[in-house]
């Protein structure tokens, strides 16, 4: 005959684990992986203490479960407030977030929110893409109220409804932000250049009298191979590639645009293959300096002319250069007709050139002389 003593501590916990076994079999219970009885102190001596290891119904967790839990922080290690008691369903929302060439944005952020009791509170929880562009929030309820944000650098936010999108893949496209451009526009000793030209790309505005400007670029601007650029009459202009953030785009901090020194002047004497001037002949620039649209900064000359007319000596002057080197184009002078300058613009009078002698004919082509540097004084180019 076995004598089994069982002290009444022990019999309060077996009904407990009783307890925890049916809720178990109902699916509403937490996962329970060991419970252990211990007798009271008081009990009789000949009571023991059992270890009951009881498996999970489930290996994996519930892609959506029930269950209540009060709108209390009591007991939670994160301090976060607790959603609603009312009974909702959690699940896991996945999010893609791409840019408009459909193409995943790292490091975009997806944010899940709803308000909580009548107090004004908010639960929300938050996930960042990985460089695929996809982003997770786990056990979240699908509150017919809840709003989901997305965001990224260098892009637009989108908040939507989540409402019904819990236990989905959702594919989220945020447009490209306008970028604003800003700063100021200083010359090389530090005094403001009002009425400077900055552009990027086809967006350009000027700059006010204090040199302060504002740009507004387009989102398929192209900042890797597209210069911002500044240029001032007179002035060197700044030509500056915008170091992109992790968005690729650039940062919207304000910008100091400083202005290089004064522009060159080429100068030099035209003569023929013995060494007489040559009057009235056009010496144009044949190359310029890319501005980043496909064209020449030409409008950073002192003068809106790419060219000069020899005098009666056959010195010519061409000002506003560059610090760079440039190639000329002579073009001769043809008996009755008016030669034409580079890109078949007629070269313009020059004032100085009305007491210059007769014009020496010459059946000669146009013909290319240089490299020369900008800001040389005593060019000869020996017309062949």
Same mark, same amino acid.
């Given at each position: ?5 069982? /002290? ?11 307890? !925890? ?20 102190? =008081? ?20 892609? !959506? ?9 009591? +007991?939670?290690?994160?301090?976060? $407030?607790?959603?609603?008691? =009312? ?32 107090? &004004? !509170? ?6 960042? !893409? ?8 786990? /056990? ?5 109220? $809840? ?16 409402? &019904? ?22 010359? &090389?000793? +530090? ?40 240029? *001032? ?12 953030? =992790?968005? +690729? ?36 620039? /044949? ?6 649209? &496909?064209?020449?900064?030409?409008? $950073? ?35 009755? /007709? ?6 078949? *613009? ?27 540097? $900008? ?10």
């Amino acid at each position: 005959m076995i004598d089994l003593r069982i /002290s009444s501590a022990a019999v309060c916990s077996m009904a407990l684990l009783a307890g !925890a076994l049916w809720l178990t079999a109902r699916g509403s219970a937490p996962r329970i992986e060991t419970v252990q009885i211990v007798a009271a102190a =008081d009990a009789d001596p000949g009571a023991t203490s059992s270890s009951i290891s009881l498996k999970p119904r489930m290996a994996a967790p519930l892609t !959506a479960i029930r269950f209540s839990r009060p709108a209390s922080t009591a +007991g939670s290690p994160s301090g976060e $407030a607790a959603p609603p008691s =009312d009974e909702f369903e959690t699940s896991c929302l996945t999010v893609r977030v791409l840019d408009p060439d459909l193409l995943p944005i790292p490091r975009a952020t997806i944010t899940l929110s709803f308000p909580i009791g009548d107090q &004004g !509170a908010t639960f929300a929880r938050s996930a960042v !893409a990985g460089t695929d562009g996809n982003a997770s929030i786990k /056990s979240v309820q699908d509150h017919r109220t $809840a709003i989901l944000l997305v965001s990224a650098p260098g892009h637009e936010s989108r908040s939507l409804a989540a409402a &019904g999108l819990m236990g989905t893949h959702a594919d989220v496209v945020l447009p490209r932000r306008a970028l604003r451009i800003h700063g100021v526009v200083l010359t &090389g000793d +530090g005094h403001p250049a009002g009425a400077s030209l900055v552009f990027l790309g086809a967006a350009e505005t000027r700059a006010s009298k204090d040199g302060s400007f504002s740009l507004q670029v387009p989102e398929q601007a192209d900042f890797e191979n597209t210069p911002l650029v500044a240029m *001032k009459r007179g002035l060197q202009p700044l030509v500056l590639h915008l170091p992109a953030t =992790d968005g +690729g785009s650039p940062s919207d901090a304000p910008l100091e645009l400083i202005l290089g020194e004064p522009t060159k002047t080429l100068r030099g004497r035209l003569v023929d293959s013995r060494g007489e001037p040559l009057a009235g002949h056009t010496v144009s620039l /044949s190359t310029g300096t890319p501005d980043g649209r &496909g064209g020449y900064l030409e409008h $950073a000359l002192d003068v809106a002319r790419r060219m000069g007319k020899t005098d009666r000596d056959g010195r010519f002057e061409i000002r506003g250069l560059m610090d760079r080197s440039y190639e000329l184009s002579v073009s001769p002078v043809a008996s009755g /007709s008016r030669r034409r300058g580079a890109r078949g *613009k007629a070269p313009r009078s020059d004032p100085r050139d009305r007491d210059a002698g007769p014009e020496k004919e010459s059946p000669a082509p146009s013909q290319l002389a240089g490299p020369f540097d $900008a800001g040389t004084t005593d060019v000869e180019i020996v017309l062949r």
